[in-house]
């Protein structure tokens, strides 16, 4: 009888409307797509039914099927399988809402961002290819929302900008690094000025006199700086820029070591900003399979299958010592060494300093570095944390610096890092404090580029997360039969396409591990030839596999955040990176799977030894491939 007393609320995406003295409202997904399961929100709104209701059971019927829901907090979900063009009808004893529902095919969820990528290498203007593809995705909205084409393509033209650009921007972690990307630009810009990354270059140079060992260096540079994987493209890539340019590296080269070093040895290190987030992910896959097992442990197993990361960093070293190139990256390289003093920025406007001194550049990104691990340090401390005795000092730090708040870390190394480089060039009286303050907003303007690239790129990420584009392919890609023995190569498929088209390794690894790990370990355990240690085996490469499939698909991906960074850092045109850099991750991704991930699923050798057999087989198709190129460049008289 209790239920006669409610009634229910008529909503729409645009406005709430309140049907006499209706004590609820419903609240529909933000966008409704077919064939998927979505929640409808139910939500007490008069005070005197609160209390009456709350904690009760409560039967609701939507569609002629019954769903018995509980209020907390005044507020209850629904979950329900939209599978056609249909009258949605809710009923509550005597009371009905009902409304008309066009829900949108879930397979057109992946046109925003196959757009968007395939106008970015086709047109090479990135800029118009993020635009159409947010476009693309918010006329989808408005057009199975009920508006007429026109109407529809009108209203998605504006909602591009005040939904979800705005709500890119609005977001902390993304407004964060705009803002570290933009002092940091500053602090770069008036180290150049003050006569720091001139000394710096005289430095390196010094020890990297060819394009192979300036390589190295890079390369170096990118793996010691391995606790942040966008500190590591902004730094190494605006720090290492002037050399390639006077070594005659091409600064599509240059991108690619930026690139190919940050995620994976971020992603691999045991201390660093992504650790708190995939020690998180793992620990709510083995909660769901109820194993007895700690996340770090599964992470440490894991690692042995983590072959992309691994070889990558191999392969980046390979590539710089045996001075071979192949694909697009030839061309570029070929090309920088036969006319490398064109591509050196000509230096036309006065210099304020007498004396390069490599300590005005070397000291703002020493406070950077030290300063982002002091800034995880102090954001994830916790005395009981540390005094733990169940954990070894390597999995507590681990522990503290995932729990550790990445972007405040940011904020504070980087504003520290431009205060020492002021500091440095007023004691110094290399410039007054009126011409010091108009290069860094100088260089506050040069990132303007890289701020649009990524804001335009989060807002295909978000028109991506509305339509369920990686729910679409992870469901597709599961309905597939496969061996339990193929399990780790399929989700290392899925997890790449996947962040090919959400430009977001760690969304990907948000969508899968939920997914993919109780699944994987259910078909593990139901296969009468799998015993419980070739399952777990399987499983640690499976939580592998996802971790490194994200990788490759954010390294291919043109709407990839660190990828539009390292691009920019590097002063490479952004679809020439992605262009030049897709043929050599691929390499190393077919590799990883054929040699690595698909035999050590049947556990027939160590993974180690499969480790060292890709290695051998990306030096062959280099050997093979590639053609040489000179590495000793004389400066023109």
């Known amino acids: 009888m209790l239920i006669l007393l409610w009634c229910l609320v008529v909503f729409s995406a645009q406005a709430q409307q309140r049907l006499g ?14 064939q998927l399961e979505q929640q409808i929100s139910l939500q007490i709104v008069s005070d005197s039914a609160f209390g009456r209701f709350e904690h009760q059971m409560v039967t609701i019927v939507v569609n002629g099927k019954p769903s018995e829901v509980v209020f907390e907090r005044n507020k209850a979900l629904i979950a329900y399988d939209f599978p056609r063009d249909e009258t949605l009808r809710i009923e509550a004893g005597e009371f009905v809402w009902q409304k008309d529902v066009t829900p949108i095919p879930l397979w057109m969820s992946v046109l925003p961002p196959l757009v968007a990528i395939l106008l970015a290498l086709l047109l090479r203007e990135v800029f118009f290819a993020l635009f159409t593809g947010i476009l693309s995705g918010t006329f989808l909205m408005a057009f199975y929302q009920g508006n007429g084409f026109f ?28 803002v570290f990307s933009m002092v940091i630009g500053g602090m770069v810009h008036l180290i150049s000025k003050n006569g720091g990354m001139q000394g710096v270059v005289n430095r390196l140079s010094g020890l990297a006199r060819n394009a192979r060992m300036g390589q190295f260096t890079t390369w170096l540079l990118g793996v010691v700086i391995f606790f942040d994987d966008y500190a590591n493209t902004l730094v190494v890539g605006n720090t290492m820029r002037p050399m390639a340019d006077r070594m005659g590296i091409s600064r599509a080269k240059l991108a690619y070591l930026v690139d190919s070093t940050a995620a994976p040895v971020a992603a691999i290190a045991f201390v660093t ?3 708190g987030a995939e020690l998180s992910y793992i620990q709510a896959g083995i909660d769901a399979i109820g194993l007895q097992m700690s996340a770090y442990s599964v992470f440490f197993n894991s690692l042995a299958y983590s072959f992309y990361p691994f070889l990558t960093l191999a392969f980046l070293l390979m590539i710089v010592f045996s001075g071979r190139e192949y694909g697009p990256m030839l061309a570029s390289e070929r090309a920088a060494r036969l006319s490398w003093h064109n591509n050196i920025e000509p230096i036309t406007e006065q210099m304020h300093y007498k004396k390069p001194r490599a300590i005005n550049a070397v000291l703002p990104v020493a406070v950077i570095i030290f300063g982002t691990l002091a800034g995880l340090l102090h954001t994830g401390w916790s005395a009981e944390e540390w005094a733990r005795t169940d954990l070894n000092t390597m999995e507590k730090l681990s522990d503290i610096f995932g729990r550790g708040d990445s972007y405040t870390a940011l904020l504070w190394s980087s504003i520290s890092s431009l205060f020492t480089a002021l500091l440095l060039t007023l004691v110094q009286r290399i410039m007054n404090l009126r011409t010091a303050v108009e290069h860094i907003v100088d260089g506050f303007r040069i ?20 339509l369920h584009t990686a729910d679409f392919i992870a469901h597709t890609l599961m309905r597939i039969s496969f061996s339990p023995y193929l399990i780790p190569a399929f989700t290392f498929v899925m997890a790449a396409l996947v962040a090919f088209s959400t430009g977001t390794s760690w969304g990907t690894m948000a969508i899968l591990y939920p997914l993919i790990l109780p699944a994987s370990w259910m078909l593990t355990e139901a296969h009468p030839e799998i015993d419980t240690a070739h399952g777990l085996t399987i499983f640690y490469s499976v939580v592998s596999a996802v971790l490194a499939g994200s990788i490759l698909g954010d390294h291919v991906s043109p709407i990839s955040d660190t990828t539009i960074l390292s691009s920019i850092s590097s002063g490479c045109n952004h679809i020439e990176h992605v262009r030049t850099q897709m043929p050599y991750a691929l390499t190393v991704g077919m590799v990883s799977l054929l040699v690595g991930t698909i035999p050590a699923a049947y556990g027939f050798v160590s993974p180690w030894w499969l480790m060292l057999a890709a290695g051998v087989v990306l030096f062959l198709l280099i050997r093979l491939l590639g053609k ?5 460049i004389q400066e023109p008289s």
């Not at 990132?447 to 509305?466: D, K």
């Not at 040489?628 to 000793?632: A, N, S, V």
């Open 21 to 34: 003295s209706s004590c609820l409202k419903v609240e529909l997904p933000v966008v409704v797509m077919r």
């Open 151 to 178: 109407p529809a393509l009108g209203k998605g033209f504006l909602s591009v900008m005040d939904t979800y650009i705005m709500a890119s921007l609005l977001d902390r972690g993304h407004m964060s690094i705009i």
């Open 273 to 275: 900003t992504w650790i």
């Open 628 to 632: 040489k190129l000179p590495q000793t």
């Open 447 to 466: 990132m303007l580029t890289a701020i649009l690239i990524l804001t335009l790129a989060w807002s295909v990420a978000l028109v991506a997360e509305h």
